[in-house]
């Protein structure tokens, strides 16, 4: 992200690094590019909090730019991380004070296609405990420079501003530094990592990887007829041009057979022969790492997925009640997935994504009453958006 920064000419932020991370020679180069290191918890210790919340509000207070992770560490599964709201409170409460200028939250998305410390996220998932970050297993990792680990993306979100918030809950204008915090600026610290966290989705980045895990992780057996991946594939991209889930969202432009020949470069897919015929496979040992990128565009499927699931259940059903268990469902995967739309708006969406089935000739709408399409190819592709939910619905509960 500095270097992005950098390179558009603006200001590098200082950046808030994990104290684990301040290793021999590495701490010093982390602290030149504008790295500060702060403890993973503050818990028992009022000194340290006092004396780092005097250094952000110096920091506020001179207009620095300030870079920081709100989900607090690395995700391991793919999906966001709820959010922890230390720093958060300190910059809102710092800005309280008075001396800064009024402050913008960027919300950042990353989209990797391959990620070097794949393998140890593998093993924490498995119950295997975080190994210590330590000069060794940096030096050990260099190794990897030399493979191929395809593009970074990085998007930016809509800014959120801070002001309408604290105004829209009422919070002080002024906070002496020595106050107990409002209640109205607490909701305001909730509401703001709400919003970022939002728009950090609506920045989704749909690469190669992203689209083609998506698809091999919801087959039997992690493979495909290749014959059936481009049609899948074709079916997600089609949803996502059609039913764009934000205007801030990229969709990476390689034809279906392009995305396939990509992830066999980056060695995450792999041809095989099957009854005469080619299929796509997933690698062995990256079943894991897939799931990890797969996750990271779920948001954008995880509705119409939930439609599909319960009209395929039903198969026949009123709209009246499929508007009734799709409430019930929405505020659950709003807050799993960090969906940008309100009760209201969702309802909205419901109404698009039947639209969008109507036309696609999934489902039909007569008289208040929805039928499911049960002819082979509009069932099978009915199915495999409903086979998204259905897994990730287990999974979550």
Known sequence: LSYVIFKRGLMVPHIAAGINLNLPVVGQLMRGAGAYFIR??????????????????SLLSRNTPLEYFIEGGRSRTGLLLQPKKGMLAMTIQSHLRGNSKPIAFIPTYFGYEKLIEGSSYIKELGGQKK?????????????????????????????????????????????DSHEDVPESVKHSINAVAQQIMQNINKAVVINPVDLLALVLLNAPTFELAEREVLQRLEQYRHYLQHQQYDARMKIIQLSNIEIIQYCIKLKQVEFIEHDNERWVKVCDHQVGLLKYFSNNILHTFI???????????????????????????????????????????????????????????????????????????????????????????????
């Open 131 to 175: 190994q210590s970050e330590s000069l060794f297993g940096l030096l050990k990792s260099l190794q990897k420079i030399e493979k191929v680990f395809g593009v970074v993306h990085v998007n930016f979100a809509e800014p959120v501003f801070l002001e309408p918030i604290l105004a829209q809950h009422a919070a002080p204008q002024q906070l």
């Open 40 to 57: 993973r918890s503050f818990n028992g210790n009022a000194l340290y909090t006092s004396v780092f919340k005097e250094y952000i509000h």
């Open 303 to 397: 509705l119409p997925a939930c439609v599909a699931a319960l009209l395929k259940a039903e198969k026949n059903m009123t709209l009246t009640d499929l508007s009734t268990q799709f409430n019930l469902s929405y505020p659950a995967l709003a807050q799993q997935f960090f969906l940008k739309w309100d009760d209201n708006q969702a309802q909205q969406q419901l109404d698009a994504i039947l639209d969008y089935f109507v036309e696609q000739q999934l489902v039909q709408i007569q008289d208040k009453h929805i039928t499911v399409n049960t002819a082979d190819d509009q069932y099978r592709r009915l199915s495999t958006l409903a086979h998204l939910y259905e897994v990730n619905a287990v999974e979550a509960s």
